[in-house]
T-cell receptor, first 118, second 115 residues
Framework: AQTVTQSQPEMSVQEAETVTLSCTYDTSENNYYLFWYKQPPSRQMILVIRQEAYKQQNATENRFSVNFQKAAKSFSLKISDSQLGDTAMYFCAFMKRGYTGANSKLTFGKGITLSVRP | NAGVTQTPKFQVLKTGQSMTLQCAQDMNHNSMYWYRQDPGMGLRLIYYSASEGTTDKGEVPNGYNVSRLNKREFSLRLESAAPSQTSVYFC??????????????FGSGTRLTVV
């Protein structure tokens, strides 16, 4: 079974600064996906970024980038130039690659609440 | 551009009452899921459906039943609601080809309170 750990329950950052959210995971699989989801107060689950484990290059999406360390099973999210709209809960999630049914489920961490201060 | 539609958005039930949460997707996805979100717990899988007519249990299925009525719709039923089922419920569907990274699409959630 896979586990995803987000050990920091809350973080705060000043607007325009950079913040890094941590995530570690445990799996015996070699092929998988890792995700960061954002959940603003509206409750909507929004995909921020996705990383395929077989790719060595770290994924980037505009101000969002990841530091994927496969050997260390670490997957951190860096948010550059933080904006007030980044205030949300962020979830790290894991999914096996190439499976269907229950094996295709997302396994989530407990989430971290990020507050961006003006 | 509807994606995944969940109804209702909010609901208050009395202990012992029953209700059905509705979910529909218009993306022609085979796989659909029901998750619950509780504070400090992340999202946990209740039930999933790999295709029309098939369903199976996830991590926390007790107290729930599901129906995959057709390819579009996947409903979650609480037969006798309990306070422990107070939660936010999410329906999701999943693309099944590499081009979309097997990505999930989530509904907007249902906040359920059982008193």
């Amino acid at each position: 079974a896979q586990t995803v750990t987000q050990s920091q329950p809350e973080m705060s950052v000043q607007e325009a600064e950079t913040v890094t959210l941590s995530c570690t995971y445990d799996t015996s699989e070699n092929n998988y996906y890792l995700f960061w989801y954002k959940q603003p107060p509206s409750r909507q689950m929004i995909l921020v970024i996705r990383q395929e484990a077989y790719k060595q290059q770290n994924a980037t999406e505009n101000r969002f980038s990841v530091n994927f360390q496969k050997a260390a099973k670490s997957f951190s999210l860096k948010i550059s130039d933080s904006q007030l709209g980044d205030t949300a809960m962020y979830f790290c999630a894991f999914m096996k690659r190439g499976y269907t049914g229950a094996n295709s489920k997302l396994t989530f961490g407990k989430g971290i609440t990020l507050s961006v201060r003006p | 551009n509807a994606g995944v539609t969940q109804t209702p958005k909010f609901q208050v039930l009395k202990t012992g009452q029953s209700m059905t949460l509705q979910c529909a997707q218009d993306m022609n996805h085979n796989s659909m899921y029901w998750y619950r979100q509780d504070p400090g717990m992340g999202l946990r899988l209740i039930y999933y459906s790999a295709s029309e007519g098939t369903t199976d249990k996830g991590e926390v299925p007790n107290g729930y039943n599901v129906s995959r009525l057709n390819k579009r719709e996947f409903s979650l039923r609480l037969e006798s609601a309990a306070p422990s089922q107070t939660s936010v419920y999410f329906c999701a569907s999943r693309a099944e080809w590499k081009g979309l990274g097997y990505g999930y699409t989530f509904g907007s959630g249902t906040r359920l309170t059982v008193v």
